[in-house]
């Protein structure tokens, strides 16, 4: 599904934050990748992401390398097969909770009345029932990233990429929603990359990877 083939990238100030890093991750596998601040942890969800670029190396879905795509194809790429929830939300403020999680359907070209139908089973999934007429400035932080959450997994996505999904959230919610990215992965055969700090968090995970200078390795992990 994804592999990362001997990446090096540094930081605007030449620090050097990811040196050779390769892995291979299979589909149907979901991994929580942890490790210290500033390891470049953020850094290689975007590289992943396509929002960024590698300085060295290559990163290839499903056998094709990402920086052999066009602009245009390497959106649609992403529009279709990757679920993106990032530290900032990227909710949009002018549209409902409805239109913002039905959005990477719409994008898809999928029809609206299936799109919001999805979207509202959805917003159901994330704790949100009844709110999809709402706008986001009437919603807490947390909310918000319930929010962010549906509209990653609306469309079914081939990868998910998770950066701190649940850093808002109390304990109970935030176990629930890490159930439901399992889930979701495991329901659609998807694969998925789960960033955090917490161990409770990788839990969820099928196995832990601790990103360093030296690159990924295995962490003890207990596979669900």
Do not use: C, W
Not at 29 to 57: C, F, H, Q, W
Not at 90 to 107: E, F, G, K, S
Not at 114 to 119: F, G, L, N, S, T
Request: glycine fraction near 8%; charge should be neutral.
């Amino acid at each position: 599904m994804l592999e990362l083939r001997n990446i090096d990238k540094a930081y605007a100030g030449g620090r050097q934050v990811l040196t050779s890093l390769s892995y291979l991750l299979q589909p149907g596998e979901y991994v929580a990748i942890m490790g210290e601040s500033g390891v470049g942890k953020s850094t290689l969800l975007n590289l992943i992401a396509g929002l960024d670029s590698p300085d060295r190396g290559e990163i290839l879905i499903n056998g094709t390398a990402i920086s052999s795509l066009s602009d245009n194809a390497a959106t649609r790429l992403r529009r279709k097969e990757f679920g993106f929830v990032f530290q900032a939300f990227h909710i949009l403020p002018h549209l409902t909770l409805r239109q913002n999680v039905a959005l990477p359907l719409l994008l898809n070209d999928a029809a609206v009345k299936h799109a919001e139908e999805r979207a509202e089973r959805m917003l159901g999934a994330v704790g949100l029932p009844g709110r999809a007429g709402d706008f986001p400035r009437q919603l807490s932080g947390g909310e918000l990233q319930r929010v962010a959450i549906a509209r990653a997994l609306v469309h079914r996505p081939a990868l998910i990429l998770a950066d701190e999904p649940t850093g808002n959230l109390d304990p109970d919610t935030a176990h629930e929603i890490l159930m439901l990215i399992r889930q979701e992965i495991k329901e659609n055969g998807a694969s998925g990359i789960l960033v955090t700090h917490s161990h409770a968090a990788a839990a969820t995970a099928d196995r832990t990877l601790l990103l360093t200078k030296e690159g990924l390795s295995p962490a003890a992990q207990r596979i669900k």
